[in-house]
Nanobody
Framework: QVQLVESGGGLVQAGGSLRLSCAASGCDTSTYAMGWFRQAPGKEREFAAAISRGGDRTAYADSVKGRFTISGDNAKTTVYLQLNNLKPEDTAVYYC????????????????????WGQGTQVTVSS
């Protein structure tokens, strides 16, 4: 049973930083493509960042490119999302997702491509 647990959210002022963590159990993140999505109140869930199973490829939404960084740890159990230069429009619940992939270089940007989801962590950015 794959379980994903996010943490690290909170309240931060505009321009500040946060580091979100996604702890994976029941799977080795080296065999799963991982992604971060977010959902603001009244809006649909949207893609933020993704990393390939091999960890060598990443993808970002244009709205976060240059500010957010996705990475994995050497133990292959945790995926991080570093959020820098945060803006009020980054306020959302952030979700971690995992997908079993055959190719080590595949990055997935569609929510429907993912098999497992965490419960989310709230990020609130004040102006």
């Amino acid at each position: 049973q794959v379980q994903l647990v996010e943490s690290g959210g909170g309240l931060v002022q505009a321009g500040g930083s946060l580091r979100l963590s996604c702890a994976a159990s029941g799977c080795d993140t080296s065999t799963y493509a991982m992604g971060w999505f977010r959902q603001a109140p009244g809006k649909e869930r949207e893609f933020a960042a993704a990393i390939s199973r091999g960890g060598d490829r990443t993808a970002y939404a244009d709205s976060v490119k240059g500010r957010f960084t996705i990475s994995g740890d050497n133990a292959k159990t945790t995926v991080y999302l570093q959020l820098n230069n945060l803006k009020p429009e980054d306020t959302a619940v952030y979700y971690c997702a995992a997908a079993r992939t055959w190719s080590s270089g595949t990055v997935l940007t569609r929510a429907g491509s993912y098999d497992y989801w965490g419960q989310g962590t709230q990020v609130t950015v004040s102006s």
